[in-house]
């Protein structure tokens, strides 16, 4: 079963505009990490976020983490064509440290 | 290439037939996940080695479904007698456990560009 749910499942937006997607997880958690996966292919890791962190920018990413409501944002600002991907928010539990649990993902389009 | 490496690509199987996949990690990982994505949906996860012992097997892991490492280098997963709910893309990862300051871990897995399988 999927850990959680993402919001918007699906985003379409013109290149230059910033996109966020929501994430909701239902577990306690050791980090939460954001991953991209182009249509068909494999996944590539993006950015960790530790459970004591409540923000982390990487390169036009940035990513908040909210542990009271059990809840991350990503962000990518100055969007390109190349954004365009399936986003995917990814917990490690507290008492599983080898999994990752994800959600079901939002589908970005990027249109130049 | 240096990256995780699944064979086969592509699948097609009839009702019943049996398949293995194989995964190849990343040469100094001793973990390694496989996972399993239906259209439309994040990847679930099946199981996991570190090194040649399966650590952890989730309840989707049906008694049809076997893994195996036997060295700590490749994986395969093999389903017997396959039903055409099997039909999905089977990812693999691999990372290094570790950890950082504080106890966290430090999960960063790298996966491939997985197997799909069709069953008819």
């Known amino acids: 079963s999927q850990q959680g749910e993402e919001d918007p499942q699906a985003l379409s937006i013109q290149e230059g505009e910033n996109a966020t997607m929501n994430c909701s997880y239902k577990?306690?958690?050791?980090?939460l990490q954001w991953y991209r996966q182009n249509s068909g292919r494999g996944l590539v890791h993006l950015i960790l976020?530790?459970?004591?962190?409540r923000e982390k920018h990487s390169g036009r990413l940035r990513v908040t983490l909210d542990t009271s409501k059990k809840s991350s944002s990503l962000l990518i600002t100055a969007s390109r064509a190349a954004d365009t991907a399936s986003y995917f928010c990814?917990?490690?539990?507290?008492?599983?440290?080898?999994?990752?649990?994800f959600g079901a993902g939002t589908q970005v389009v990027v249109t130049p | 290439d240096t990256g995780v490496s699944q064979n086969p690509r592509h699948k097609i199987t009839k009702r019943g037939q049996n398949v293995t996949f194989r995964c190849d990690p990343i040469?100094?990982?001793?973990?390694l996940y496989w996972y399993r994505q239906t259209l439309g949906q994040g990847p679930e996860f099946l199981t996991y080695?570190?090194?040649?012992?399966?650590?952890?097997k989730s309840r989707l892991l049906s008694d049809r479904f076997s893994a195996e490492r036997p060295k700590g280098s490749f994986s395969t997963l093999e389903i017997q007698r396959t039903e055409q709910g099997d039909s999905a893309m089977y990812l693999c990862?691999?990372?290094?456990?570790?950890?950082?300051?504080?106890?966290?871990?430090?999960?960063?897995?790298?996966f491939g560009a997985g197997t799909r399988l069709s069953v008819l």
């Open positions: 040469s100094e990982h001793n973990r």
């Open positions: 990814a917990t490690v539990a507290t008492d599983s440290w080898g999994k990752l649990q």
């Open positions: 080695f570190q090194n040649e012992a399966q650590l952890e």
């Open positions: 990862a691999s990372s290094l456990a570790q950890t950082s300051g504080g106890g966290f871990a430090k999960n960063i897995q790298y």
């Open positions: 577990t306690s958690i050791n980090n």
């Open positions: 976020i530790r459970s004591n962190e």
